[in-house]
């Protein structure tokens, strides 16, 4: 969310194992036939997206129905996304207390800073076994430094001054991300940068919706609103 006079902006991260009640979605499918994929009560987060169909616009209804929160728009990074824009800022300073080798998102740091792009930014966001207790909250931490250290990198460099940069970043923001209609351009998506560049990143606050382990769960593997 960004606040209309952007004086400040607030990332809201929603754990995937939070356990949601999907509501009924319409879609346009692949081959451009409309339908209503009916919704499902007491699932994991994401399965508002990809499953048996469902679109980001699934997701927009589920964060609603979840918290409140109506979004106005969506972009959507998969993992080629987080390659091609780290690279297109010229990497992203990332600072690690101690030496990181994980073996499974194959990820390699010394202690201290890093600037990571490509493949070493999408280890980055992708590790839960190298930091913390390995599980998914600690890897949302990860996220929100590395998305923080971003958009730090890209208010305090020329990118968005420099018309040049900001039409490449703008370039490769629409091929690396889904978006929906209204922002699907380069023009809009660059006038968003522009935007973005106002807001103070002293004033960028992350934070996750608040959970508790399911009580509902022997083995613990997912969470639920904590509404106390």
């Known amino acids: 969310h960004v606040a209309k006079d952007r004086s400040n902006a607030t990332a809201l991260s929603i754990p995937r194992d939070l356990i949601v009640d999907v509501p009924d979605c319409p879609t346009t499918q692949e081959d451009g036939t409309k339908t209503v994929i009916p919704g499902t009560q007491g699932v994991r987060f994401n399965t ?24 106005d728009h969506f972009m959507m990074a998969d993992f080629n996304a987080v390659k091609t824009l780290t690279t297109a800022v010229d990497g992203v300073e990332v600072c690690v207390e101690h030496a990181v080798d994980d073996e499974k998102s194959k990820l390699k740091l010394p202690p201290g800073k890093s600037t990571v792009e490509g493949e070493q930014a999408l280890a980055f966001v992708r590790t839960r076994h190298a930091f913390g207790n390995e599980g998914d909250l600690d890897r949302i931490k990860v996220q929100q ?18 018309p040049t940069k900001l039409v490449k970043l703008a370039e490769a923001a629409t091929k690396a991300l889904t978006v929906d209609s209204a922002i699907g351009n380069v023009g ?7 935007e973005l560049k106002k807001v103070p990143t002293k004033n ?3 934070t996750t919706v608040p959970v508790k382990d399911n009580p509902a769960e022997t083995v613990k593997a997912t969470v639920v609103l904590n509404e106390a």
């Not at 809009?188 to 522009?194: E, F, N, P």
């Open 204 to 206: 960028i606050t992350f």
């Open 145 to 162: 430094q590395f998305l923080g250290s971003l958009m730090r990198k890209m208010s305090s460099s020329d990118t968005l001054t420099s």
């Open 48 to 71: 508002s997206l990809g499953e048996s169909g469902r679109d980001a616009g699934c997701t927009m209804r589920t964060v609603k129905e979840a918290t409140g929160i109506q979004p």
């Open 188 to 194: 809009t998506l660059k006038d968003i940068a522009l």
